[in-house]
């Protein structure tokens, strides 16, 4: 008999031991699916759940993935990459410097119709926390305090529970951008106004919750009466854009006392000076008229600071009638930058024109003919800091060799672009959305260019940071610059944070893919009167579709030709050849980066150094 | 002759081995099951498969040992007997990471972001990164444990990285931006580590971004551990975590 009992006690030891190997507190769910064997149907149970050990293993297990998708549906694929990702961005150092970043990124990716929502993450954005306690129970409290603010949790953005808001949105222009308040506006009940509480707030998704949080903040700053938000306003955090404006703001008042203090203005200039009614930039300017026309004493930097803030002057813009000329002048200052680098005969290879433009939130963009559009702002701005006028520096060679240098680098970022694009069009797939493996790959290339010129030409050391602080893009091309220097990591990591509002290739591919086959579905459960009489409104074809953006898509896609949903649909599975491309063309970058590094960095001896 | 029924006499040996033989079986499937399970989402985090890995290594091939005998050899391997002592006893709130080519302790509240396999193996770029705990400041605070293998895509040996890293884009180590000290070595869980300090000032947050890296050259690639913070917290707590987890590290190569 005892020997029976040990005889059981053995049997029962594997039992034991694997209740030891049960890995995570949560993965308990997905241990039964683990221990019987990885298939299709129970991993993707799994995934519904939020699992991220059975995305992984889906991903990594190429015999079940080929089980699952053989009949070409690549669902699952996206559920595990979506799942993945989401593990990556969890993971990434969140606190309360960046969460706004973080609520970037979750908005492309948590909401109605998105693909987490089938992995129990959303549609509601609270659920990005429950699945946060529930797979991560050792997560840092400050990251998920961040994730707190970022999914812009009602308790602590508002501080209480306790609180009913009504806000009335009336000729207020963010309606026009926001499709989830224009449903709930079409309500006729609605009156223009939302009443909040924190039941509906959890039916709001991240952008409508945005927009209320930017609405109170403005209205702070009407009550206050000011060019700048209310000071007081707590939710002046949730909104990265007003508090820059608000920094700036504060900034400006500074420099206002100072020129007030100074005693040189004349009690009308002070006055003028000091009213409410002027804007940022108007202030800006009338302090800079005083800096320079008086003996104010103001530093460089102030001085440079008020040059970035105010409106460009009539002689610093370049004049409508001269603008074709100066157009060919640029293109070919440009092109004689570019062949000073590897990076930059690159992209001469294809040709390059210039032409200038007024560009909404982007340095330059190309126009359908494969033309080099550079914002006129951004010109604007390097000859206010560096005190050009557009008529000098169209006769003056050395000025516009040095504004070509300066705008150089949008011409590679630019042709990095359209060659993703044009491999994308050569994959056979739709990408009319920018992602954030396109920055990376463009961003790189430029980085590559910046750092070849800067290893030639000892002047154009500094050309990027001596500027960093006065203007966005001459920021954005040190930093980058400096990040790609440390590594790929490194470089990555900082080109995600800064374009946190743009949707990764997976994330993207992953919604379209859901959208696409769920109306496919809902199709086909019609009728065939049914079908015949949604035909009339088919009213996309092929074509038009794919060059939908991802938002766009999701508005359009009861529009779409069946025949061209079937066709997009087909077109994913060579989605995976087209996200390789990414990383081939990093790889590429890096070598390159590399090899050009070991032929001119001087080799500073740091002796004993061997691998 | 009357026959009694003793249940206990008479069933229970067939009744035993009814019990026996499901056990056996269920017991099989269970240690199949465990095996499948245990690659997947422990605490401690595996960069992948040991035998998978070890063939995939760029600069394994130079060994003596096929890729077939050296992925026979890691399975047989336990992470006591391939890192040493690091691997063993851990101190409370503590956890261990065994990254295929090296093994370190870190406080159980940092977390671990990772890549995939595949691009570690392309790139020869093996890289950990860990978030840690709030210390406050306007920068986020992290620590990279990366392994540089021979013949990776980025720097060709660790005297490259010592350059590239000791001074910014215009070759100097001084200017109103950034700052970097001059390198110098150290010993880190006894092997020898240049050292490289620096700070950068961030525009965007207004503030000074510092880090420390030890570069510890090995017989095959070379290793680097990064820590950034914001300056004003950047010898805080995090920090000493830094120094033990450096002190406990284990490199493979």
Redesign the interface.
Known sequence: MPNLILFIAVLFLPHFLHAQNIPARFDNRTYTVLSSGNSAQLLNKAMSAGSISAAKTYLADKKVQKEAEAGGDLSLRYKAQALTELNYIANMDWDDSNFNSLNQMLISRIGRDKTLSSCGVGPEPEKYLEWLKAFFPKYPQKSYKSAEKAVRKWEVVFGTSAMRMCISWENYSIRDDNAELNRWMSDPQSDNTVYIDTFSWLSFDLLLRNAIINKIILDDMTKDNSCKPYCGSRLLEYSSSVQKQYEKGVRVEKLERKAIASGVLSSAQANELSSRQKSLSDKAALLDKYFDGSSINASLEDKLYIDAERGARPDEMIPADKREIFEVMLSAAVSDELKKAEAGNKALSKGIKIKIGILQNSYSARDPSGEIIIDSGLISEYMKLKGYAAASVMTVKAQLSELAAYVAPLAVYETALAGIEAEAEKAGIHNNTRTQEDEITALGEQSLFIAEIQRKDASAKNRYRSIAGYSAYAHRCAEMTAAYRRGQERFEKTVRMENSALPSVSSAAANSYSWLVAEKSRRAALSAAQLEEESYNFIYAYDEAKSMSVNELQGSIRFIEQEGLEKMISQFRQMENYMDFHSRAADETRRNYRRMMLRTVLKKAVKGVKS | MIFRINPLRDFMPCI?VY??AF??LF?FA?????A???S????EIKAADSSQSLENMPGKKAEKTNAKTAGQTAHKRTPEKTYGAAAKGLAKGYKKIIHLPYSCMIP??????EKSAD?EK??G?Y?R?F?????G??????I?A?YYA?GN????????F??????????ETE?S?DKYEP?R?QKIAGK?A?VIERK?KR???DAWEKEKLY?I??SK??YVLLYSADEKVFANSNLKEFEKMAASFIMKY
């Open positions: 035993a019990i026996m056990f056996l017991s269970v240690f199949a099951s465990v499948a399970a245990s997947v989402g422990k605490n159980e509240a940092w977390s671990v972001s691009r392309e790139t770029v890289h990164e978030t840690l705990g709030s210390q400041g306007k920068l986020a605070s992290f990279f990366d021979q895509i980025e720097f060709e040996n660790a005297e490259d010592i350059t590239v890293n000791s001074m910014n884009d215009a070759d200017s931006t390198v070595k020898n240049f950068e525009l965007n947050a570069v050259p090995a690639g070379f």
